[in-house]
Nanobody, 122 residues
């Protein structure tokens, strides 16, 4: 499984940004795809996950209402739309994949993309 994340950049507080994660290497019907983030000096943090088969989603509580995870089966791509961004959202964002169920622990994910940096200025 290969995951290629893109879309990071610099945005002002209150702005929006969309991330993409292109997945390849197999069919993903039984997979869960997720986004995590890691700020400098902090542990990797769960953001959101989506079940590939039926698009069932799960969010970290602090992300609900501002972030939206989605997937496009035809493009083998997972998206993270981030709105109302805050300086504390600044982090490297990673996409990840695991077989079967939704999980929020990073150790449960076997496959990781390279990360894309999101910087939110105040």
């Amino acid at each position: 499984v290969q995951l290629q994340a893109s879309g990071g950049g610099l945005v002002q507080a209150g702005g929006s940004l969309g991330l993409s994660c292109k997945a390849s290497g197999r069919t993903f019907g039984t997979y869960t795809m997720a986004w995590f983030r890691q700020a400098p000096g902090k542990e990797r943090e769960f953001v959101a996950a989506i079940r590939w088969s039926d698009a069932w989603t799960y969010y970290a509580e602090s992300m609900k209402g501002r972030f939206t995870i989605s997937r496009d089966i035809a493009k083998n791509t997972v998206y993270l739309q981030m709105n109302s961004l805050k300086p504390e959202d600044t982090a490297v964002y990673y996409c990840a994949a695991r077989m079967y169920g939704l999980r929020s622990e990073a150790r449960e994910y076997a496959h990781w993309g390279q990360g894309t940096l999101v910087t939110v200025s105040s």
